[in-house]
């Protein structure tokens, strides 16, 4: 009924193929024909065969909240309409986001963090050229790694880095003491 309702024009009358409510509905043919005759039984449509577009049917709508006009008669007064009894009253704030009080979010686990050793992954990752990973143990390429996803407000792990290598990114002057504290890595 809704998939022939939203065809209906003005005059509460359609005419979409059977295939197109198969689509609609998700239903089978045979389903959609179904339904169709309990509605014609039901007197909630009436069907006329061939009478519409390249020989589909024509079908029109028989409810009589259809035929009811949608907007108020004009010069009609306004009409109050109060909560009903019980609801409650209308919010007439905003909670702040997050609210106070909330857990932080989530942290993503899913980035690595830290450079991958093995014969096997280090030539997979030569041959691919993956350049956000830097080679396992050259300290000074791990060390600008970090300090590059840290001031660009990537997670890198607490775990990912020693206290020795955040006080020499410090030192060189690689990251800022508020991107550190941004990222969590200083407190």
Do not use: W
């Amino acid at each position: 009924m809704l998939a022939l309702a939203d065809h209906a024009d003005e005059l509460n009358e359609c005419f979409p193929s059977i295939a197109r409510l198969v689509r609609m509905t998700g239903m089978s043919e045979r389903g959609v024909q179904q339904v169709i005759r309990r509605l014609e039984q039901r007197g909630f449509i009436v069907t006329r065969s061939n009478a519409g577009r390249k020989g589909s049917n024509r079908f029109r709508l028989c409810l009589p909240v259809l035929q009811a006009p949608s907007t108020p008669a004009p010069g009609a007064p306004p009409h109050p309409v109060p909560p009903a009894p019980g609801a409650p009253y209308p919010r007439t704030r905003c909670t702040l986001t997050p609210a106070p009080g909330a857990p932080k979010p989530s942290i993503n686990h899913q980035e690595p963090c830290a450079p991958v050793g093995g014969r096997a992954r280090e030539a997979k990752r030569r041959k691919h050229g993956n350049s956000d990973q830097a080679p396992v143990g050259d300290r000074n390429a791990v060390l600008m790694l970090f300090a590059e996803k840290i001031n660009a407000g990537r997670y890198v792990a607490p775990s990912a880095l020693s206290a020795g290598q955040v006080r020499e990114m410090r030192e060189r002057g690689l990251v800022t003491e508020e991107s550190l504290k941004r990222s969590g890595l200083e407190g």
